[in-house]
């Protein structure tokens, strides 16, 4: 059963904006599903959060898509969500590991190295959005806070956390995204920003404590819940729809592929596996 969620709200008489959300389920998810390391599941789990956590203002069929394109061993790190809080991702390379730092924590900089952050939303006009900055740390965090100082010229503070048990599986996750709104007093950044710093681990934190938890220590009563929303890893592939995709591939290419008694064709984004037989693929050569 999954029990992660985000909430969406405004604090200090509206002059911040918050999003918490609680992950561990569908970071399990991920983990599962693309057989991740624990470098790849802490990096990816990131990833995954913020998305949800920044898909909390979409609208419709918006789409968004955040990337990290870095020279790190993990290779690229995508992950894409919607409006209704579903998400889904993957690693280049999800086996990859990495010794631990000094401190004894997971190495996700260096997993991810340096290169650019992309941040796509898609709100279907004619062009989609695309910001993008230098990745700054590679902790994750730390550059989509870089992100929405450089590319939305707005005040954040992003925490994300992914704590792995001793049998590999995901203990906790989750993450929260403060954000100061135009005309917020200096004092009103200070003391959060020294609450942030005050703050445990988070990945610490969210296996005894919940994103309400989470609220309560960062503004006390003076907050309004706008929104909660449940999260979780899901991706919309079928069958019907790669049978869509092989057609764009054109006869020429559908014959050679059909020489084989069969082909599989793995999502990308979610590991699920689709075998076609040769008989399918012939069928899809009439339809061109």
């Known amino acids: 059963m999954n029990t992660d969620y985000c909430l969406r709200g405004t604090a200090k008489s509206e002059k911040v904006r918050f999003f918490i959300a609680c992950s561990k389920d569908l970071v399990e998810e991920a983990r599962n599903r693309h057989n991740l390391s624990t470098l790849a599941t802490a990096a990816l789990g990131r990833t995954l959060t913020a998305t949800a956590m920044m ?68 709100m279907g006009l004619k062009e989609p959005y695309v910001g993008s900055v230098p990745i700054v740390s590679g902790e994750v965090g730390e550059d989509i806070t870089e992100y929405y100082y450089s590319s939305e010229q707005t005040l954040s503070a992003v925490g994300l956390g992914v704590l792995i048990d001793i049998d590999y599986t995901v203990k906790s996750a989750g993450g929260f995204i403060i954000q100061l709104m135009p005309g917020a007093e200096e004092e009103i950044g200070i003391e959060l920003d020294e609450k942030v710093q005050a703050l445990p681990p988070l ?41 869509d995709a092989l057609i764009t591939l054109g006869r020429d290419e559908l014959e050679k592929l059909a020489q084989d008694q069969e ?18 693929l012939l069928e899809l050569i009439k339809l061109i």
Do not use: H
């Open 55 to 122: 898909g909390m203002t979409l609208k419709g069929n918006d789409t968004l898509t955040i990337a990290f394109k870095g020279d790190g061993v993990l290779g690229k790190v995508i992950a894409k969500g919607n409006s209704e809080g579903e998400v889904k991702g993957y690693v280049d390379n999800p086996e990859v590991a990495l010794p631990l730092k000094d401190n004894g924590k997971i190495d996700v900089s260096n997993g991810i190295g340096y290169g650019t952050l992309f941040i796509t939303k898609d």
């Open 203 to 243: 990945s610490n934190y969210l296996v005894d404590n919940k994103p309400e938890d989470l609220l309560e220590y960062f503004f006390g009563d003076d907050k309004k819940i706008l929104d909660k929303k449940s999260i979780k890893f899901d991706c919309k592939c079928s069958r019907e729809n790669f049978k």
């Open 263 to 280: 082909i599989e064709v793995v999502c990308q984004f979610c590991n699920e596996k689709y075998v076609y037989k040769n008989d399918e």
